[in-house]
């Protein structure tokens, strides 16, 4: 495909879980990581969680200890598990690639945190 696709947002509780996946584009060439971004309703698009092609990832410090990043290369896709979301994660999630030579996007997943 060319490009990410997203996949696993819906509603939740707060206090509740949610797993994210982006089934990848599938280049691999020239790739150096792989992230979740998510934009809220009037916000700027932020970073979430980064997962580079060595295996290091870096987390928003407001996602910190909550959301892990995960990436199975068997699979071809990158995971997001978010656990004690808040109704302040609420926005659409976006999978992003990083290559030497650009980027991609996917189309996003909404992700609603409401009681």
């Known amino acids: 495909q060319v490009h990410p696709v997203e996949s696993g947002g819906g509603l939740v509780q707060p206090g509740g879980s949610l797993r994210l996946a982006c089934a990848a584009s599938g280049v691999v060439f020239g790739l150096n990581a792989m992230a979740w971004y998510r934009q809220a309703p009037g916000k700027q698009r932020e970073l979430v969680a980064l997962i580079n092609s060595g295996g290091t990832t870096h987390y928003a410090d407001s996602v910190k200890g909550r959301f892990t990043i995960s990436r199975d290369s068997a699979k071809n896709t990158m995971y997001l598990q978010m656990n004690s979301l808040k109704p302040e994660d609420t926005a659409v999630y976006y999978c992003?690639?990083?290559?030497?030579?650009?980027?991609?996007w996917g189309r996003g997943t909404q992700v609603t945190v409401s009681s």
């Open positions: 992003h690639e990083d290559f030497s030579f650009g980027e991609k």
